[in-house]
Structure formats: C-alpha cells, structure tokens
C-alpha cells in the first residue's frame, strides 16, 4: 500500500493546507507518502520532515490555471504510476472539482470533507462533516482505491519528522478534452483578506441597519486583519457583496475567531460558522439565539460596542 | 436548448438534525428542492425561456419525492423523471444520471455544488467523467453565446471566468439566478405535466454510513459587560488564544 498526495502551491511555497494533507497521509501509516506537484514551488526536498518519501513534479504551464480534467488525470496517472491505493488531498476549488473525476478514472471510493483520520478495525471508516456542520457520519468505504478530501484544520500539521524527499520530474498523459475548458480571465482580489482563507473573521447582519454603517465593521477588521462577512439577509438586501455571505446556502468558514455583530443567529447562519474555534457574538437582544453557541457574549449596541473593541484591541497593541 | 437539471430532495434549512440509529429522524422534517439546485433551477428556467428549449428536472429517489418534484416542475420544468430507488451515495446517483442523459443529447446537466444533507459535491464530477464532458463548479454565473457556456466561478483569491463548447456539466451556486417562488398557474400546470418513473439501471454503492454523530456542544457562553471591551481582548489574547 501506499499514498499519493496531491498538494498545491502559491508564490512557491506548498500551501499550509497541503501540509496538512501530507500530515494526514503519514499518520494513515498506510506504507509510502508520495507528492505530486504541479504548480511552481521550490524546497520540494524539505517534504520529507511531513513524512513525504518522492516529491513528483509536473512542470507544464498549460497546469499553470489548475485546469480540472488536466489535474485529475495529472493525480489519477501518478496514483498509477507509484501504485498508489489511497490519495488525500486538501480541499480547495481545485480538489473539490477534480476529487470525483479521480475517482471515476481509478475506479475509487470517494469521501469529501474528512475531519478525522480513518479508523480500520471494522473496515476502512471515516468521519465526514455532514448536513452542513450540524452532523457528522461515519463512513465505511468499499473497495481497493480511495480519495479522501480532507476538511480545512482537520488535523494539525506535523513536521517533526527526519529526511529529504527525493523531487522527480513526471510528465502526466493528458486526454483529449482534459483541456476543454478555456480560461478568458482571472480578477485576483486585491487587497482584502479573502474570507474561505482567513483565520480572522468580522461578520455583521441586519443588526447594522443600513449598508452606510459598515465602516465601523471595517475599522475592526483592518485592526484585527480579519476578513469581513455577513449573514444572508445583508447580502440579499445588496448591503454587501454575496460573496462575503456566510451560512448553510454560503460559504462555510472555520476560523480561529469569528466576531458576529448584530446577527441573531438563525439555525442556517450557523451552520455555515459552527467549525469556528472560538465566536463571539455582539447583539443588544439578550435573548438572540447566537448567544447560546457563542465562547464569550456581549449584550449591548453594535453602534456603542464596536468601536470600543477596536479601541481596546489598539490599546492592547493588536 | 436541451436542459436537465438534477435535484435532491433534502430536509429544509431550518431543521434540527437528529437521528434514529443511522437513520435521519424525518418526524416533522419538512423537505424541500436543495437549495442549490433550485439556483441551478432557476437559472436553467431563465436560459429555456429565452432559448424556446425543453427543461427536464430529473430526481433519484422514492416515491416520497414526488412533491418535491412536482415544486420544481411548477417553478417551470416541462417535465420530469424520478429514478426509483434511495439515493444510496454519490455514485450511485451518478451511474443513474449519466445513464439516463447519456443518449438524450442534452446541452447541460445542471446541479446544485452539493447537496445540502451529505455534503459530497460528487455527483457533478462523476457524472461529466462518466460522459467525458467538462464540468465546471462552483458555476455562479451563466450566459451561453451559439454554441459556447461562459461560466464565472470563485476561486482562491479571486474569480475565475471560463469558456466551454456545449455539452458540459456544471455544479452551481448563488449568484447565478435568485430563486423562483411557484405561481398559482405554475403549480396547477405542474399537477398535469409528465413525471416519468423509470427504475435504477445499477446498484454498486460503495460507501456506507456506519453511524451518526452530532458535534460537540460548546461550553457556556462567557458574559461580558459592554463597558469592559479590554477584558474581551484579554480573555481572546489569554484564554482563547486566538489574537
């Protein structure tokens, strides 16, 4: 037996959720981690202290977008070539596409959104968040091949262990139509901290008013670097873009803090925030339904009250 | 234009998720059209207008998903065929689907990014492998020009704009449409429109849910009074350590 993992790049350097993964293969001690790589990225070598025995490099700037197809016959080829039964990915836009295509190709079983590593004493089980973060369901998986998409900060990285990684060069066979689908153009936000990414989150609802008052969130976010979101009714009122709405039919984030400000907390907000370390919640109803799955509450004005914490958060040297 | 959208049938976004053994507890679970399928849905709705073209809403599921079905149907599907069997996994589903629009020459299969129960996001991807098609997801905007998709989606750090020749597969999500509400003429019309039962043409599933667990509860929430915003950050910096 043994791993392939497939592990992404920015800027060069391996993503901490692709450690992650390589964290996740090494602790299946399911024989052999292998890496496959396909963006640009340097110290392939420094891999083998997660456990990472072969680095695979693909180096094709037609890899250089991600294209799905390319990139699950790029994994499903490698998985082959080192014989590979198992492969664990972090989840990303990238994995999410390419996972069940994989799985089709290498006739394997496929489990998305793992948050534990697998038990083996009744089969090959494994749990995955299920009903947007209001359950989880152990999940036995039939047959030779796996994929298993591992869920953000499902486990912590650890890099505690010895050796260099040996980087071979891997030149993948393409099928016909693995490049269908044309890229026209990429608009790379600028600036802000983008919100499926950030450890921080500041997210305000109706609470607010009124789209003119959200300097104040902003305020707190810039100090916190933090990202800002908003709940379902803000976005659906066009206060704020939907792409920061958060909750069941949004995005679903897991940061270190998440700070709701004037949101009451309805069952589908959160499940789309549950995964949260650590929330606090800013409401001036006592009896908003938030505070009963909050770590610290504050009941008071959201007008009166967020200003404040950003002065002590700049009073304490944050 | 030739449209299939895929729905599932899933409990409402207000419900409090239990469980009997390993089964859901469906007493006074009411179900609805996932949610973002009915995006897909709706879009799909949209481009048949415009187009002249047929929609067929297609569900894997028992007879208790006809309702559901019929929703979609009066939002404005022309008809629809259920595949009679529990959707036992994504593959299962997947195998249902592409052999049924394998030679029904359809454009684009829509579907929800995932279902909002299991939480796979598979069947999309499945299902454009199994017919050798693009498939693009999350799909959150849609506009075809002859016989080209132009398709927006999010990805790390921005957005990403893409382009395919039909037929293609895509996994869709908000903002592509907003969500239609039936009318009444929508759903008289839905009682007599076809819904075709065809039965499952394969059975491999091969995965299985073992058991159920419902997250952990958090601990009591820690009050803290409006005027003493320092002590929020001490206990942040201290206790949670999260600054």
Redesign the interface.
């Known amino acids: 037996m043994s791993v392939l993992v497939y592990i992404e790049a920015d800027n060069n350097a391996v993503k901490k959720s692709s450690l992650e993964a390589l964290t996740y293969a090494a602790k299946m001690n399911a024989g052999d981690v292998t890496a496959l790589v396909t963006d640009k990225a340097e110290n392939l070598e420094e891999l083998g202290k997660y456990g990472v025995k072969t680095v695979l490099q693909v180096n094709d700037e037609k890899l250089s977008t991600r294209p799905v197809s390319a990139i699950a016959s790029a994994i499903a080829g490698a998985a082959q070539k080192v014989g590979a039964n198992a492969v664990v990915m972090s989840r990303s836009s990238t994995v999410d596409a390419a996972a069940p295509r994989v799985g089709v190709k290498m006739k394997a079983t496929v489990a998305s959104n793992v948050v534990a590593l697998p038990q083996n004493e009744n089969g090959f089980v494994v749990r995955r968040g299920v009903f947007t973060g209001k359950a989880f369901a152990d999940t036995k998986l039939e047959g030779e091949n796996k994929i298993l998409t591992i869920a953000k900060n499902a486990l912590a990285v650890d890099d505690s262990l010895s050796g260099s990684a040996t980087v071979e060069a891997f030149v993948p066979e393409f099928g016909a139509k693995d490049f269908a689908i044309k890229v026209t153009d990429v608009k790379k936000q600028e600036g802000d901290i983008l919100l499926p990414e950030a450890d921080l989150v500041v997210s305000a609802g109706r609470g607010m008013k009124g789209p003119e008052n959200w300097e104040m969130i902003e305020n707190l976010a810039n100090k916190l670097g933090a990202a800002t979101a908003c709940s379902k009714p803000v976005s659906d009122m066009d206060w704020r873009p939907h792409h920061e709405h958060v909750g069941q039919t949004g995005i679903k984030v897991a940061p270190s803090l998440y700070i709701a400000i004037g949101i009451s907390g309805a069952i589908q907000h959160l499940a789309g925030v549950n995964s949260s370390k650590t929330i606090v919640v800013i409401n001036k109803d006592s009896e908003a339904p938030f505070f009963k799955s909050a770590d610290y509450g504050i009941v008071g004005d959201a007008f009166d009250v967020v200003p404040k914490l950003t002065e002590a958060l700049e009073k304490a040297g944050i | 234009m030739n449209i299939l959208v895929c729905i599932c049938h899933v409990?409402d976004?207000?419900?409090?998720?239990k469980?009997t053994g390993t089964e859901l507890d469906k007493n006074g679970v009411q179900f609805i059209i996932g949610?973002?399928d009915d995006y897909a849905l709706a879009r799909a709705v949209e481009l048949k207008e415009a187009s002249k073209g047929k929609l067929t809403v297609l569900n894997v599921g028992e007879a208790d998903t006809e309702p559901t079905i019929r929703k979609a149907l009066a939002i404005g599907a022309d008809n629809a065929v259920r595949i009679n069997a529990h959707p036992k996994d994504?593959?299962f589903v997947?195998e249902q689907i592409a052999a049924y629009a394998k030679d029904k020459n359809f454009d684009m299969i829509l579907m929800g990014r995932e279902a909002?129960?299991?939480?796979?996001?598979?069947?999309?991807?499945?299902v454009?492998?199994?017919l050798?098609?693009?498939?693009?997801?999350?799909c959150m905007t849609l506009e075809v020009e002859g016989n080209t998709a132009?398709m927006g989606?999010?990805?790390?750090?921005?957005?990403?704009?893409?382009?395919?020749?039909m037929p293609f597969v895509a996994?869709c999500?908000?903002?592509i449409a907003e969500w239609k509400i039936p009318n009444m003429r929508g759903i008289m019309m839905a009682r007599k429109k076809p819904l075709e039962v065809i039965e499952p043409t394969s059975q491999s599933a091969?995965?299985?849910?073992?058991?159920?667990?419902?997250?952990a509860e958090?601990?009591n929430?820690?009050?803290?009074?409006?005027?003493n915003?320092?002590e929020?950050?001490?206990?942040?910096?201290e206790e949670?350590k999260?600054?």
């Not at chain 2, 091969?206 to 997250?215: D, F």
């Not at chain 2, 929430?221 to 005027?227: G, N, S, Y």
């Not at chain 2, 929020?232 to 910096?237: A, E, N």
């Open positions: 409990p976004t207000t419900t409090k998720i469980f949610p973002y994504a593959y997947a909002s129960d299991y939480n796979g996001g598979q069947v999309h991807g499945m454009a492998e199994m050798d098609m693009p498939c693009i997801v999350p132009k989606r999010e990805i790390e750090g921005g957005k990403e704009y893409v382009e395919c020749e996994g999500q908000e903002p091969p995965t299985e849910v073992m058991a159920y667990q419902l997250p958090r601990g929430v820690k009050m803290i009074d409006a005027d915003m320092d929020l950050v001490r206990l942040l910096k949670a999260v600054l």
